[in-house]
Nanobody
């Protein structure tokens, strides 16, 4: 059974940083496009950042210049470095894996930005 396990969430003050990790039990991790999504209370789930199997990245306008997505195929892990965090970044962050072989979601990790 495929599992995506997120970690690294927590409470941080505005202006602070967090690094999220998503460990995947995918046999062929390298062929998957990996993404981070987030969902705040009352809002729809939205794309934060994606990294393709080839390493190309794309970001939501709201996080450009502050967040960086990266992947380590040997460790089957995708990361989201979040800097200069704002209260509006508060949400549950979900990891997503997508390829022609299917799509999978993690259980989510809470990020709260508050003073």
């Amino acid at each position: 059974q495929v599992q995506l396990v997120e970690s690294g969430g927590g409470l941080v003050q505005p202006g602070g940083s967090l690094r999220l990790s998503c460990a995947a039990s995918l046999i062929r991790f390298s062929i998957y496009n990996m993404g981070w999504y987030r969902q705040a209370p009352g809002n729809q789930r939205e794309l934060v950042a994606v990294i393709s199997s080839g390493g190309n990245t794309n970001y939501a306008d709201s996080v450009k210049g502050r967040f960086t997505i990266s992947r380590d195929n040997a460790q089957k892990t995708v990361y989201l470095q979040m800097n200069t965090l704002k209260p509006e970044d508060t949400a549950v962050y979900y990891c997503n894996a997508n390829s022609y072989q299917g799509g999978f979601w993690g259980q989510g990790t809470q990020v709260t930005v508050s003073s």
